[in-house]
């Protein structure tokens, strides 16, 4: 069947079908007709079969003509009491990239349209078009229960936030809309409103019955650089009975070291929500009093995972003459998040350097536990960095792992840019060795290593130089610009060496 016969059929069954056909032929007729057949589908826009309106509304979007009567009747379907009928009509909108006034206003009453998907779709079309629509429906959507709606909200708002009837409608919200709207609003307020505002923002403070008002009350606050600000905001803090909101303070004033925040803090510490947000707060606060408290949880078996794992990271970070004989049991806990925090603590001490007592511990058991989390990887290598009580451990595990991640990691860290000892003259077979590893991040440490390697000991491998040339060069021809690159830099580090 031809086109021309396809599109008199689609013509025919508009007029004769019965519902479901009436729809179809309006999809076929919007996919294989022209112009002159929009005044079809714009009669099919009134049937009052939904089904048939909504394959109407689809025609349209389809035949790509954006004529007024097209724009007037998508914007009419777009006001349908069928919730499908609308969802096509919108998108049909969209995709004719319709601009009118009269589009604009109906994508602004979407906004308020029951079905999430049309206030989706409303959101998407006026980001499109540059414009925020409706404002206050736009400015209560950042409350709404479903994160693609209240994210796509928030990022409409933001971008218009200049705007005087957005700034407005933010101000309006932050005071009087419904609680999720006000959290965002309160976040979002201009400096010059913040400061009009401060007196009910401070009532706000300990009043609001909403705890996430609160909370983003004085996250905003926080932000304000004046005494009584800070002053009220620990009054607060020294008085709260809810959990989540000592939460929210400690942690905005957690790093600020405040000898006031040690009381709050020492009193939350049981608490499993505030718990580690106290803990963080007292090692910023140092002194004797912190440091008891913290030790206290550290060596507690019945310190709550969460709160151990942050205090053993403040504890590392105040870098205490015991802090690494409490920290490596901790490598061992059941819970992960407590190696983490331990591991962390490891690596604040290790900014500053370990004592000459700690290396050899602190190698002994990273480099046993160098498999355990692949997402803090590179926080253990960090601290095996430069440690040269490690490099024994680290030659055994490199031909003794399965892991190409910690093979890679403990090539790197042989790399005698990080690292020499006795053993380092010795070290060459083993970077020639991985030269050929399947994995490219090893094939680049074993490069390096070699070029590191030569550089260092100022030497060539004895009756192996030819072979080691030979092997590098084949990596010129190495799918990974930075396994190409490394053979590169050792074949120069060969060259030098000679030519010396």
């Known amino acids: 069947m031809t086109t021309e016969h396809q599109i008199a059929f689609f013509l025919r069954e508009l007029e004769t079908g019965d519902t479901w056909r009436r729809a179809a032929a309006a999809k076929g007729l919007g996919k294989l007709g022209g112009t002159e057949h929009a005044a079809v589908l714009l009669r099919a826009a009134a049937d009052p079969a939904p089904e048939v309106r909504q394959g109407a509304a689809v025609g349209l979007g389809r035949l790509g003509v954006s004529s007024a009567g097209a724009a007037q009747t998508l914007c009419a379907l777009m006001d349908d009491v069928d919730p499908w ?132 009350v ?118 992960p998040e407590v190696y983490a925090g331990a591991l962390r603590g490891l690596d604040a001490m290790a900014r500053t350097g370990f004592r000459p007592w700690e290396r050899a511990a602190v190698a002994r058991a990273l480099v046993a536990r160098l498999h355990v989390d692949a997402t803090l990887f590179g926080v253990a290598e960090r601290v095996l960095t430069g440690l040269a009580e490690a490099l024994p451990g680290l030659r055994e595990l490199v031909d003794r792992t399965t892991s190409p991640l910690v093979r890679s990691a403990a090539l790197s860290l042989l790399d005698p840019h990080n690292a020499t000892d006795a053993g380092t003259p010795h070290d060459l077979p083993l970077f020639e060795r991985h030269l050929d590893d399947g994995d490219n991040w090893v094939r680049r440490a074993a490069a390096e290593g070699i070029a590191h390697w030569v550089e260092e000991t100022g030497t060539l491998p004895a009756g192996q130089e030819r072979l080691l040339r030979e092997r590098l060069t084949a990596l010129d021809s190495d799918p990974w610009d930075s396994v190409r690159e490394a053979a590169a830099e050792a074949l120069r580090a060969l060259n030098e060496v000679r030519n010396d």
């Open 85 to 216: 009928v609308r969802r096509r009509a919108s998108l049909a909108s969209i995709r004719l990239g319709l601009r009118d006034r009269e589009v604009v206003d109906a994508y602004g009453r979407l906004l308020s349209d029951p079905d999430h998907h049309l206030r989706i779709n409303a959101l998407e079309a006026l980001l499109e078009l540059g414009v925020p629509g409706d404002v206050p429906a736009l400015v209560r959507l950042m409350g709404d229960p479903a994160h693609g709606i209240w994210g796509r909200a928030r990022s409409l708002v933001f971008m218009f936030e200049k705007d005087p009837a957005v700034e407005a409608e933010l101000v309006r919200t932050a005071q009087w809309g419904a609680d999720a709207a006000r959290v965002c609003a309160v976040l979002m307020l201009p400096d010059q409103h913040v400061d009009r505002l401060l007196p009910w923002l401070l009532s706000e403070l300990t009043d609001s019955p909403s705890i996430e008002v609160r909370c983003a």
């Open 218 to 335: 004085a996250f905003r606050l926080a932000r304000v650089d004046r005494p009584e600000v800070r002053d009220a905001l620990f009054a607060v803090l020294e008085a709260e009975r809810d959990p989540t909101m000592a939460r929210q303070l400690l942690f905005l004033f957690g790093r600020s070291g405040d000898e006031r925040l040690l009381n709050p803090a020492s009193r939350w510490l049981s608490d499993q929500r505030a718990g580690p947000s106290a803990a963080s707060a007292l090692g910023c606060v140092g002194g004797k009093a912190a440091t008891r408290l913290l030790r206290a949880l550290l060596t507690d078996p019945t310190t709550a995972a969460p709160t151990l794992a942050a205090a053993a990271t403040a504890y590392g970070d105040m870098g205490r003459w015991d802090a690494v004989w409490l920290l490596l049991p901790l490598l061992d806990h059941a819970a």
